[in-house]
């Protein structure tokens, strides 16, 4: 019975350092002069806390980083920077609304992007339903 409850006391202590890991959403909607300087913050962001679970929520100017063949200012794609984050388990998710409104067909985005229906709700829900912190970057 002793044996049962440590391990009961083991489970509990872990399951509650699970629940402290910071979930994090960046609402990103400004164009591609300012997207270099968020990959640079997420990478920091995962530099000092390895185990953030981070989203990145696009909508307006700010999904133009994830089309393809999209570059920053020095002539680099994003599409680099872009994929590893996204092995380090940051999601990259994109607003339909948007892609709607300027007429972008899906297929032009990164294979690392997900397109939810709002960005502005996603980012709500994230917050609301599931806890995340907001960053605007």
């Known amino acids: 019975m002793r ?51 981070i989203v990145v929520v696009t909508h307006g100017p700010g999904i133009d980083f994830l089309l393809t063949d999209a570059k920053d200012s020095r002539g680099r794609e994003f599409s680099g920077p872009v994929s590893a984050l996204a092995g380090r388990g940051v999601e990259f998710k994109v607003c339909n609304n948007t892609l709607t409104t300027r007429n972008i067909d899906a297929g032009k985005l990164l294979m690392e992007t997900k397109v939810v229906p709002s960005g502005v709700a996603e980012v709500a829900r994230l917050q609301a339903k599931e806890g995340y912190v907001y960053l605007k970057p």
């Open 3 to 53: 044996h049962a409850f440590i391990a009961f006391l083991f489970a509990l202590v872990a399951s509650f350092a699970h629940a402290q890991d910071v979930k994090v959403v960046y609402h990103v909607n400004t164009g591609v002069e300012s997207s270099a300087a968020i990959l640079a913050n997420i990478t920091n962001h995962l530099n000092a806390d390895p185990k953030a679970k």
